[in-house]
């Protein structure tokens, strides 16, 4: 077999040319031998099973069979001549037919294929990776506790003019050039002032009414608003406010602590699960941040030429889950499908990574150990009520523990590749790690 490589014009260098032949005469024999082993079993009306003359068999199957026969020909000696080349095939090959010259006794094809580039890691002993270090304090729980007494907050009726961050009831109507307009309109509303779930300019004259007041105003939707017909446009609203509601915070006492699933209502304990929780979350974005600036430094370390076909594979990859994500949130999309340029720099970046760390951990011997999964899942089910339960159904599936493997083995390549880059530990505030996003 006659192998090219695509070195011409604009052609990768990895693309590579496989000629290709099937004997016709042994294709036709394994052709006949098929058709004898159908016409055993073959049904046709007018006959009993495997008394179809072979005639009959041969007219109506010989051309599906010679299809499947020289397929799978195909199929063997490309197999056969990329395993004899040592080639590691990226894809599925492109395979065409040659012309015929004279009397040939073989049919020629020609396979176009892409190869793995050959991945050799670049040095990252010059890359400078700042490894986060967070505290967590009785400052930070505190902050955490008034987080989630507000996601609790409740609300008690107020004899004042409405103020932001309370809950106010109201009546309103909206009218656009006089005639009102779709969704406009609505009594015994609820809205909890400066929360931004409505327009500001829809909150604010609101904000100092009381309760029994009306108020009529003009208020103008942005341009770019959801509803087209009314992007830009003035519209009048005329609000009536009903009542005004006070937050109420609840008390941090043992009842708060048995709503957070301290069951003896212990405020120490109720902290000490708090901080644990931080700590946990802490370390799972301090890992995420520095496996990031890692992958990031193996990247820039280790150009590579890709194959196309992998780019391609991953962005369908990337392109599936995306719909998949979209459905999941109830939203329907239809025919629609995402452009494929949308994933084309994400899809290089997965496949990239994707070589380099294969290389790394077969030169390196930083496979996933099975002491390294156990622990890395009895880690993820700590935080669940029956940490048990948690474990076994890790171990009940293949797929779910090949994914905490993969994980294993991520964190080995950073762990390398930390001992061999110039990482300097940084102090960073708490809230700055957690995004306020507590």
Known sequence: METTAGTAGNASQLERTLNLAVSLAGMEAEVGNRLKRLARTVKMDGFRP????????????????????????????????????????????????RPAEGDSVELEFTATFEVYPEVAVGDIGASAIERPQVAVGDAEVDKTIEILRKQRVGYEPA????????????????????????????????????????LKDFEGPIVGMKAGESKTFELTFPDDYHAKELAGKTVTFAVTLNQVAAPKLPEVDADFARSMGVENGSLDQMRSE?????????????????????????????????????????????????????????MNMGDI?????????????????????????????????????????????????????????????????????????????????????????????????????Q
Do not use: C
Not at 52 to 60: E, F, H, I, L, S
Not at 70 to 79: D, W
Not at 308 to 324: C, P, T
Not at 418 to 425: F, I, M, S, W
């Open 159 to 198: 004899e004042r003019t409405a103020a932001d961050g309370d809950q106010v009831t109201i009546d309103y109507r909206g009218t656009l050039d006089g005639e009102e307009f779709q969704g406009g309109q609505a009594q015994g509303y609820r809205l909890v002032l400066g929360e931004g779930r409505t």
């Open 274 to 330: 708090i901080k644990a929780n931080l700590e946990r979350e802490v370390k799972k974005r301090v890992t995420g941040r520095v496996k990031e600036l890692v992958m990031q430094a193996l990247l820039d370390a280790t150009p590579l030429e890709l194959p196309k076909a992998l780019i391609e594979m991953e962005i369908d990859n990337l392109r599936q889950r995306a719909g998949e994500d979209m459905r999941a949130r109830g």
């Open 337 to 437: 499908s995402f452009p494929a340029h949308l994933f084309e720099d994400q899809a290089r970046r997965r496949v990239s990574l994707g070589l380099i760390l294969a290389e790394l951990v077969q030169v390196n011997q930083l496979q996933a150990q099975p002491e390294q999964v156990r622990a890395l899942v009895g880690e993820f089910a700590e935080s669940y009520e029956q940490p048990g339960q948690v474990v076994a159904w890790y171990y009940s599936e293949p797929n779910r523990l090949a994914e905490v493997e993969s994980l294993v083995m991520e964190d080995n390549v950073v762990a390398w590749a930390l001992e061999h880059a110039k990482v300097t530990d940084v102090t960073v505030d708490f809230d700055d790690m957690m995004g306020n996003a």
């Open 50 to 97: 495997g008394k179809v003359p072979m005639k009959m068999v041969a007219q109506q199957y010989s051309g599906q069979v010679r299809q499947e026969v020289l397929g799978e020909s195909v199929q063997k000696n490309f197999a056969e001549a990329v395993r004899a080349q040592n080639l590691k095939v990226a894809g599925y090959p492109r395979i065409e037919a």
